[in-house]
């Protein structure tokens, strides 16, 4: 189990700086809410507005 | 003559220090990275996230286990410990949230697809035994079987990504946010009553069936300092602290790699989650903390014990995580999140979805106790 575990860790890792070193960033860490319209933490827009 | 002669062996932690470094290294490298790109406020998430991570494990503070118990023995202890975390966490989102236009709190609108993503939701905490927090810092604990639970979790999230905009079609009620309605003070007043509400229910039936009501000392403890960290959490991140948002991007990512074409569903259209598939992971606030969680949860675990040195599971048990795992993730995205972003964050931010993904969950774990021998597992 250690050996998957070592491997899950080096694999995980270098998969986030691949994602970050590929991706375009804003900047400041931001979650789905913030942006104009959304009624859940996941960005979904309210019954309302449909 | 011979003497009697006691040996006191010294106690001496048994340290995994190549784990504990790769934890370390491992949150210090994503910092760094957050800090090149000027991000105090991610190094914040991330540090916050490792402090989670130790004291959840820590505390082994347990929603799966504690519901369970609740349910099969009546005990309350675990639910008071859960209800005094999100009053405290309560006093600082709701006041602020409502007086800070840089602050929101957890809100979700009510209908179907609420109730039906809690209700299954809850049945894969009790086969995958851990909920979102719960399977964070025990793949971080070294447990082989949480594994399978959080790659399954990851996939069944995304699959609920694709689900979410179907069951949002049958309608819903907006969010009901008691600040909205009672100014911020009022609000907090309101929340903190329906906690003490809940509280009673949880005691009344914890003396019917005559069982504890009193937390352990470690749970209690680990509840004030979760939601002293929750609480860092809000204010480092904006809204309150949450988890398997997270999971849906990193399974997005990967499915993405692999040529998946997400755009045609409603669910990647929306502002936040189409920048969230575009952006750095670690632009993500979700994504931030669960990083830290998971080293924090390592370093803690590989600190105190030789990490990993369990055996593997029964073939059953691990079938029970995938199971549970993939049932999380589709309930997670169609109730609005987990324990943490729907049950905690959301009744600590007055709204009530919180309220309604709880009763629902809680169904769904009492259903959830009757499938687990099933797999091999204790009902207990």
């Known amino acids: 189990m250690r050996a998957v575990y070592a491997l899950v860790i080096v694999i995980g890792v270098a998969a986030i700086l691949w994602d970050h070193v590929t991706s375009p960033s804003i900047g400041r860490a931001v979650s789905p809410e913030d942006f104009a319209g959304a009624c859940a933490p996941c960005g979904a827009p309210c019954p309302s507005k449909k | ?380």
């Open chain 2, 1 to 380: 003559m011979t003497t009697a002669t006691t040996t006191i062996e010294p106690t001496a932690t048994r340290a995994d220090w190549p784990f504990v470094a790769a934890a370390v290294l491992a949150t210090a490298l994503l910092i760094a990275l957050v800090l090149i790109d000027g991000q105090p406020a991610s190094a914040a998430l991330l540090v916050l996230g490792f402090g989670l991570g130790v004291a959840f494990l820590k505390a082994e503070f347990s929603f799966t286990a504690s519901w369970r118990r609740f349910i099969v023995r009546g005990e309350a202890g675990g639910m008071m410990a859960i209800l005094l975390l999100i009053a405290l966490t309560a006093v600082a989102v709701v006041p602020v949230a409502a007086t800070s236009p840089h602050y929101g709190g957890a809100i979700a609108p009510l209908g179907i697809s609420l109730v039906v993503g809690s209700f299954v939701f809850g049945i894969g905490m009790q086969l995958a035994n851990g909920c979102g927090s719960g399977t964070l810092y025990t793949v971080g604990g070294g447990s082989g079987r949480m594994l399978f639970a959080l790659a399954f979790f990851i996939a069944g999230s995304v699959l609920g990504s694709m689900s979410l905009g179907t069951f949002l079609r049958f309608g819903g009620i907006d969010p009901v946010l008691a600040s909205d309605h009672l100014g911020p003070w009022g609000g907090l007043a309101a929340t903190l009553a329906s906690i003490g509400v809940a509280a009673l229910i949880v005691r009344a039936v914890a003396r019917s069936r005559g069982a504890s009501i009193v937390p352990r000392r470690s749970f209690l403890v680990g509840a004030v300092i979760i939601a002293a960290l929750m609480v860092g959490t809000f204010f480092a991140g904006g809204h309150p602290w949450s988890v398997t948002f997270g999971y849906t991007v990193w399974g997005a990512k990967i499915a993405q790699a692999f040529g998946l074409d997400l755009s045609q569903y409603d669910f990647w259209q929306w502002p936040g989650p189409q920048h969230a598939l575009t952006d750095s992971v670690l632009g993500d606030t979700s994504s931030l903390t669960d990083f830290g969680m998971i080293f924090g949860a390592m370093a803690a675990a590989a600190y105190t014990k030789p990490f990993a040195h369990g055996p593997w599971p029964p073939a059953r048990s691990i079938l029970a995580a995938c199971i549970g795992g993939l049932l999380m993730g589709w309930g997670a995205r169609l109730g609005f999140g987990c324990n943490i972003g729907a049950f905690v964050g959301g009744v600590a931010s007055g709204s009530l979805h919180g309220w309604v993904w709880f009763v629902c969950a809680l169904a769904g774990c009492a259903a959830g106790i009757r499938l687990r021998p099933w797999f091999g597992l204790s009902r207990e």
